[in-house]
């Protein structure tokens, strides 16, 4: 098949969800068919770019500049945005092409406009992956009111909808928030897993036998800090845990809240944690092999359901997960019954501490954590998996 994948992350981002995109298109590619990431590019001096990448075609078009920018102006540049593409699409050498398909990721919630175009002009078959259901977890996290501006959102959200034959969401307790599409004969909702390439541990910029936690037992988070991870609670449980010197904690990764949660783990002088700028994607392998329990955060507000893509690379890595997420959320069950670590619900740290202890006491004792882990991973977490349901979905 000739496939068209739009979104706005890709490599060289380091993004959870630019990499997931570099292994989705890397294992189409595997697997014989034909792939063209179409992508929003800001700052470009040509209308566009195209590249190749191990086998995939990659077009960046012109678009206005949509992250670390105000919520206002970032709200303008994202509507604009799959207008800008189309412009630049029509200049480029693929304006005539015709796709036996079309993928789509969201976050964005905005790709509507040109998903739609693509899909009409060459008379296919579109499958929306949908990551983030925004504008409802913004609401649960009290960022956002259901007032005008959530209900622009929300139209937007259902107009990329309507444009789907099938939606893949994350976990099974997502669907609720699609019922209306569920009775909609001409459109499908399934559940598509998140995936990550199986890669061996390489080196790493980060070396932990040369830091201050050289010889303890590991918690590591790696990936995005921000309001909806609600990682206050991983200092506290520090914080209680300072006084075992067998045990420490790091840190890798970057957002809005990095640089206050590690001024916040200096004035508390907590000397068993370390803080670390985000390292290259292909480094996690090989900084995990270092570590032995890997944590998962969410905050406690959510409704939706989600997977984070740090969870996988830990179950690939065979790094049991210590998590303080969300009551009801489907990642409880997904743990707890394959038995690959320990969940908190409660937002209480004393919860959080017993189950620590109980992890570090079980490390090297439980030989077949680590297998349970990668087991975990290769049953639902391969891009193969993930390529073959989608095409499966775009040829019916």
């Not at 189409?28 to 191990?54: D, W």
């Not at 913004?138 to 139209?155: I, N, T």
Request: charged content about 20%; some cysteine; hydrophobic content about 40%.
């Amino acid at each position: 098949m000739n496939i068209a994948l739009v979104a706005d992350t890709f490599p060289p981002l380091r993004t959870s969800g630019a990499v997931q995109l570099r292994d989705l298109s890397r294992e189409f590619v595997k697997q014989g068919h034909s792939i063209t990431v179409i992508l929003p590019a800001k700052s470009m001096s040509h209308s566009f770019v195209m590249e190749n990448m191990e086998g995939v075609q990659i077009l960046r078009l012109g678009a206005p500049r949509t992250k670390d920018i105000g919520y206002v102006r970032r709200t303008l540049s994202e509507f604009m945005m799959p207008y800008f593409m189309l412009k630049n699409l029509r200049k480029s050498p693929l304006a005539d092409i015709r796709w036996d398909g079309v993928v789509w990721y969201a976050p964005s919630i905005f790709f509507g406009p040109i998903v739609n175009v693509l899909k009409q002009k060459s008379g296919c078959r579109s499958y929306l992956i949908i990551r983030d259901i925004f504008p409802e977890w913004a609401v649960d996290m009290g960022l956002m009111r259901r007032g005008l501006p959530y209900f622009f959102f929300k139209s937007i959200a259902n107009s990329q909808y309507s444009i789907a034959d099938v939606i893949g969401i994350q976990t099974p307790g997502n669907s609720v928030y699609f019922e209306d599409l569920r009775k909609d004969n001409n459109r499908r909702l399934e559940v598509l897993h998140n995936w990550l390439a199986d890669v061996k541990a390489g080196p790493c910029s980060i070396d932990l036998s040369k830091t201050s936690l050289a010889g303890r037992k590991i918690f590591v988070y790696a990936g995005n800090m921000g309001v909806a991870q609600g990682m206050d609670i991983l200092l506290d449980l520090a914080e209680r845990l300072r006084e075992r010197t067998d045990i420490g904690f790091l840190f890798v990764g970057r957002g809005r809240n990095a640089s206050e949660l590690s001024a916040d783990a200096r004035n508390r002088n907590l000397d068993n944690v370390l803080f670390h700028d985000e390292i290259a994607p292909d480094e996690i392998p090989g900084l995990y092999a270092q570590c032995h329990i890997g944590l998962v955060a969410l905050h406690p507000a959510h409704k939706t359901h989600n997977i984070p893509g740090k969870f996988l690379t830990y179950m690939q890595s065979g790094l049991p997960v210590l998590a303080n997420i969300n009551k009801g959320n489907d990642l409880i069950d997904l743990i707890l019954g394959n038995q690959v670590g320990a969940v908190a619900t409660d937002g209480n740290v004393d919860s959080l501490q017993s189950m620590a202890e109980a992890m570090v006491d079980q490390c090297g004792v439980d030989e077949s954590l680590a297998a349970r882990c990668r087991a975990l991973y290769h049953s639902l977490f391969t891009p193969e998996t993930a390529v073959e349901q989608i095409v499966n979905a775009l040829q019916r």
